[in-house]
């Protein structure tokens, strides 16, 4: 057999497996762990999403890639309705998932050796996977301008972030779109949280006209339905910009196979024509997040950034990262530690606020204890 790179030489251990040993110890506690590590939705699928599902479930031909046309109407009514962005549904793409085109744009756009790709210095982890993956060069860095004269290809924003919940402004966001237009560079725009503003000005899409001058021209923004809609198991988001780099993707995309089912498309026209759930699930999360917040800043953690998103970024007066997780285990409680997402965030942990309304109770309880 030909030599060949085992996926430990080319990729780095996947960060939640080092978690096993404190996940453990939280669920050794009396009352069961509250798992506060990963952003998955706990609340019901709303009803009308589910409905349309099952209508659409006698689907025994092929969908399309490039999802329905009713699909990709609802899907720019929303930007326009929501965000102030006006997009030609043409100019919109279902993914699987939002994960699923992180990983693989680089792949997709046709990066590789010598191409340079630039995402934030505290940053989801599949950023930098998708971009090893496609064999081009990871640069982590907020400062476009010390880059020099790397050929960059591609850069990733991620606003509001995971996992600080940093929110970018529409001055950054112009910076970053006019630095990347004087290099013929793309500009992707992770959007997964838009949805989820908590404090200060909202969130803003780097397709606004505010941002980009009315252009959509090197950009490209990713919206799930995961956070928004709860249909993280349904695998729901899209993609969706520049003309020229959609038709790009979806050429290559049907090449792969890389298609949203049927039934899954009929799911998210309804999910995005109806914003009502979605304003009684960020209510629930507000309530979630308030209680956290309290708890933590009353037992002597500093929580920064966190204005949006799913998350609050806490750090302990006392302790690092790890040491941090392993505290808040003792007390059944499991978080994930900043170093998961860069160095930048080595005395950080992220706390999501996904958990049931009695799991956050029991969080709350529990952490003044582990002050």
Not at 96 to 110: C, D, H, I, Q, Y
Not at 189 to 209: A, F, K, Q, R
Not at 356 to 366: C, P, Q, T, W
């Amino acid at each position: 057999m030909a030599d060949r790179r085992r996926v430990a030489d080319r990729l780095p251990t996947f960060p939640w497996d080092r978690l096993a040993p404190h996940k453990a110890t939280a669920a050794a506690h009396p009352d069961g762990s509250v798992d506060l590590s990963v952003g998955t939705p706990v609340d019901s699928v709303p009803a009308a999403v589910r409905e349309a599902l099952a209508a659409a479930a006698d689907s025994p031909g092929y969908p399309a890639t490039y999802g329905t046309p009713e699909l990709r109407a609802a899907a720019a009514d929303w930007s326009a309705r929501r965000h102030g962005v006006r997009v030609e549904p043409a100019a919109v793409l279902p993914t699987v998932g939002s994960k699923e085109f992180v990983a693989w744009l680089p792949t997709l756009l046709g990066l590789g050796a010598g191409d340079t790709v630039v995402y934030p210095e505290l940053a989801y982890p599949t950023y930098d996977v998708g971009i090893r993956m496609a064999g081009a060069d990871p640069v982590a860095s907020d400062g476009l301008t010390a880059l020099g004269p790397a050929p960059v290809r591609l850069v990733w924003i991620n606003s509001p972030a995971n996992p600080t919940g940093r929110v970018l402004g529409v001055e950054h966001l112009r910076k970053v779109v006019a630095w990347a237009r004087e290099r013929g560079a793309v500009v992707a725009s992770d959007e997964c949280y838009i949805e989820l503003g908590w404090e200060g000005e909202p969130p803003v899409s780097v397709l606004h006209p505010d941002v980009c001058g009315g252009s959509h021209e090197g950009l490209l923004a990713l919206h799930s339905l995961s956070k928004r809609s709860n249909l993280a198991g349904y695998r729901a988001a899209f993609a969706v910009g520049d003309q020229a780099l959609i038709d790009e993707l979806l050429a290559v995309r049907k090449h792969a196979g890389m298609i949203v089912p049927g039934p899954v498309q009929a799911a998210m026209r309804a999910a995005l024509d109806d914003d009502d759930h979605a304003a009684e699930q960020k209510a629930r999360y507000g309530a979630r997040r308030s209680a956290l917040r309290t708890a933590l800043e009353a037992a002597g953690w500093e929580v920064t950034h966190s204005q949006a998103g799913l998350y609050l970024w806490a750090a302990h007066p006392d302790h690092d990262a790890w040491e941090a997780v392993a505290l808040l285990a003792r007390h059944g409680i499991l978080v994930a530690p900043g170093d998961f997402y860069g160095p930048g965030g080595a005395r950080h942990v992220r706390v999501a606020f996904t958990a049931s309304d009695e799991r956050v109770d029991a969080a709350v309880k529990r952490l003044g204890a582990a002050a």
